[in-house]
């Protein structure tokens, strides 16, 4: 059974540039060994957390208190549905919501510390895999590949790793 179709003709648009298919079909496969180390995660920590919400708190930590709206927005899903995700968060002491002091109808949402702590407690064991991954493959850091892999991240709109960090101690100070 095919997963995905694989495309027919050219869906490249004229003034968008060619990319190295392999380097493509890489990427595309390195990221869904990452989501895997993620997934293994959150099993082996035993949370009950989907993909989803953990990504709800990733942001939480990146970008600050945000409105559900906002959070939508970032995640391009309804609002519905973040709410909803946000409220079983919620119900776990994951995050924390709060009205908003100048419209009452706007909720505000922000990590709690068991929030912050869980993220924290992800990011290190992914961390932990891909440094053992990286050892076994027995690969020498490489300056141009890290740029091409810090300009992807960009690219994204994902903070780096410094950035992160700052993110990180913002957080902590606020979920404190």
């Given amino acids: 059974m095919r997963l995905y179709v694989e495309p027919t003709g050219s869906s490249t648009a004229v003034d968008e540039p060619q990319v190295d298919e ?13 989501v ?24 939480l930590v990146s970008q600050g208190p945000a409105r559900v709206v906002d959070l939508a927005a970032t995640l ?24 908003g002091e100048s419209d009452r109808r706007v909720s505000w949402l922000s990590l709690t510390v068991t929030g912050r702590d869980l993220v924290g407690e992800v990011v290190r064991r992914c961390s932990a895999e891909i440094r053992r991954l990286v050892a076994v ?40």
């Fill in 36 to 59: 895997g180390v993620t997934v293994r995660t959150l099993d082996a920590l035993d949370v009950d957390l989907t993909m989803s919400q953990y990504r709800i708190l990733v942001l």
């Fill in 137 to 176: 493959t027995g690969t020498a850091p490489d300056v141009g590949l890290i740029d091409a892999l810090e300009a992807l991240v960009a690219a994204a709109g994902e903070p780096d790793e410094r950035r992160w960090r700052q993110d990180w101690e913002r957080c902590v100070g606020a979920a404190s």
């Fill in 76 to 99: 391009r899903v309804h609002p519905s549905t973040v709410t909803r995700a946000c409220d079983r968060l919620a119900r776990r002491g994951l995050v924390a919501r709060r009205t």
């Fill in 22 to 34: 392999p380097l493509v079909d890489a990427l595309a496969a390195l990221g869904r060994s990452l």
